[in-house]
């Protein structure tokens, strides 16, 4: 079992800056891969970037390169930073991890961007 408690979160305006934190505890020497996702009113969750084990990152095209993703394992905790941010980053931010059976999520922080 993995629990993920995510932090960061708040209120910016366009243009600025945000760092989330995910930090994992439980099993988490059988996590493989960790990640972001977001999911904005009325829309599905989407995938904002993710990082492997060995640091392998990922990113869509709507976050490369204004995002980045990376860890610390020695705190086994993920962050997210964010630069350039758009009223469209809006968003619930969630923590994921994914081991060989499960995902596992975070409860979700809030990202508020205004224009």
């Known amino acids: 079992q993995v629990h993920l408690v995510e932090s960061g979160g708040g209120l910016v305006q366009a243009g600025g800056s945000l760092r989330l934190s995910c930090a994992a505890s439980?099993?988490?020497?059988?996590?493989?891969?960790m990640g972001w996702y977001r999911q904005a009113p009325g829309k599905q969750r989407e995938l904002v970037a993710t990082?492997?084990?060995?640091?392998?990152?990922n990113y869509p095209d709507s976050v490369q390169g204004r995002h980045t993703i990376s860890r610390d394992g020695a705190k086994n905790t993920v962050y997210l930073q964010m630069n350039s941010l758009k009223p469209e980053d809006t968003a619930v931010y969630y923590c994921?991890?994914?081991?060989?059976?499960?995902?596992?999520w975070g409860q979700g922080t809030q990202v508020t961007v205004s224009s």
């Open positions: 439980g099993s988490v020497f059988s996590i493989n891969v």
């Open positions: 990082i492997t084990k060995d640091g392998i990152t």
């Open positions: 994921n991890a994914k081991d060989s059976w499960f995902y596992y």
